[in-house]
């Protein structure tokens, strides 16, 4: 059983940094593509940052939305299994429930969340002005 469990989050200043973590258990070798997804009050929740995985760690590739290019670096860890967003010169914008997804099999990542089956349970980033 796939589980994905996040940590990380919390209320920081504007311009102050975050580091999200998210270890994922139950698959291991098989292709797939993680991220973070977020949700603001009011807003549908949208893709933030995705990394595929191929096969057996052969090869990966990350992927932003516009608005955290350059400000919110993915990395992945294989031997932990766990993807961590480092957020850094935070806005007040970028407050929302950030929830890490998961695709096992995927060919490729995109940003509807209806291709991701796994879900975390979600962990708030709050940006004060």
């Known amino acids: 059983q796939v589980q994905l469990v996040e940590s990380g989050g919390g209320s920081v200043q504007a311009g102050g940094s975050l580091r999200l973590s998210c270890k994922a258990s139950?698959?291991?070798?098989?292709?797939?593509?993680m991220g973070w997804f977020r949700q603001a009050p009011g807003k549908e929740r949208g893709g933030v940052a995705l990394i595929y995985t191929a096969s057996y760690n052969a090869y990966f590739s990350t992927t932003y939305t516009d608005s955290v290019k350059g400000r919110f670096p993915l990395s992945r860890d294989n031997a932990k299994n766990t993807v961590y967003l480092q957020m850094n010169s935070l806005k007040p914008e970028d407050t929302a429930m950030y929830y890490c997804?998961?695709?096992?099999?995927?060919?490729?990542?995109?940003?509807?969340?209806?291709?991701?089956?796994?879900w975390g349970q979600g962990t708030q980033v709050a940006v004060s002005s």
């Open positions: 997804a998961a695709a096992i099999e995927a060919e490729r990542c995109g940003w509807l969340s209806g291709d991701f089956t796994y």
């Open positions: 139950g698959f291991t070798d098989s292709s797939n593509c």
